[in-house]
C-alpha cells in the first residue's frame, strides 16, 4: 500500500479536497439543527449562515457551495439537517424554505468575492452582506408568498430581527476565516 507521499499531486489534492469538503459538510449537518425559535417569525435563529461563511473561506466558491448544495440535498431527503432537526421535501416547501435555498446564493456570492478579490481584505465581508442580502430576499419573497403576507410585513419578521445577529456572524467569520483557510491549507501541505 503506498504512503500518502507516492500519491501524485493532483489526486492526492482531490482526496484532501473531497475530504475537507465533507467535513465541512458534516460541521453544517451538524450545527444547523440547533436553533432557538423566536416568538415574532417562523424562521428560527440558527449557526447555519456562519457555518456557510466559514465553509466558503475555507473552501472556496465550488466545493463551499457543494457542500451547501449537499447540505439541503441531505435534508431534502428527511435527514433532520434543518432548523430544530427537522427535514423533508416540506421543510423545503414551508415558510422557511426560501431561506434554506437562498443559503445557495449566499454562498455563491461570497465565493464569487474571495475568488474576484483574493487581496482585498473588504472583498469578503462584502461578499457576506450582499450573499446575506439576495438569501434575505429570496427567502422573504417565499415567507411572503406563504404566510400570505406583503414583503414589507414578512422583511419585519424574516429579516428585521436577524440583522443585529448576522453583522456579529459576519464579523466573527471575517476575523476567523482566514485563520481557518491558513490552517487547512497548511495541513493540506503536510
Known sequence: MKDNHTI??????????????GLMTAVLCIA????????????????????????IYVLGIKN???SVLIYLILG???????????GGPGK?????????IGFLFLALIQGLFLKSFPERK?????????GMAVCYAFGTAWLAWQMNQGFAAALGI???????????????????????????????KQ
Open 64 to 66: 463551499g457551495t457543494l
Open 32 to 55: 444547523a439543527p440547533f436553533s432557538i425559535p423566536i416568538p415574532v417569525s417562523p424562521v428560527p435563529i440558527s449557526l447555519t449562515n456562519f457555518i456557510i461563511f466559514i465553509a
Open 76 to 86: 431534502a431527503a428527511g435527514l433532520p439537517v434543518f432548523s430544530a432537526f427537522s
Open 8 to 21: 501524485p499531486f493532483t489526486r492526492r489534492q482531490q482526496i484532501q479536497d473531497m475530504a475537507v469538503t
Open 158 to 188: 424574516g429579516v428585521l430581527p436577524y440583522l443585529p445577529g448576522d453583522a456579529v456572524k459576519i464579523i466573527a467569520a471575517a476575523a476567523s476565516g482566514p485563520k481557518l483557510k491558513a490552517a487547512v491549507i497548511k495541513a493540506k
Open 92 to 100: 423545503l416547501a414551508g415558510p422557511t424554505g426560501g431561506y434554506l
Open 122 to 130: 473588504a472583498a469578503p465581508v462584502i461578499g457576506m452582506i450582499l
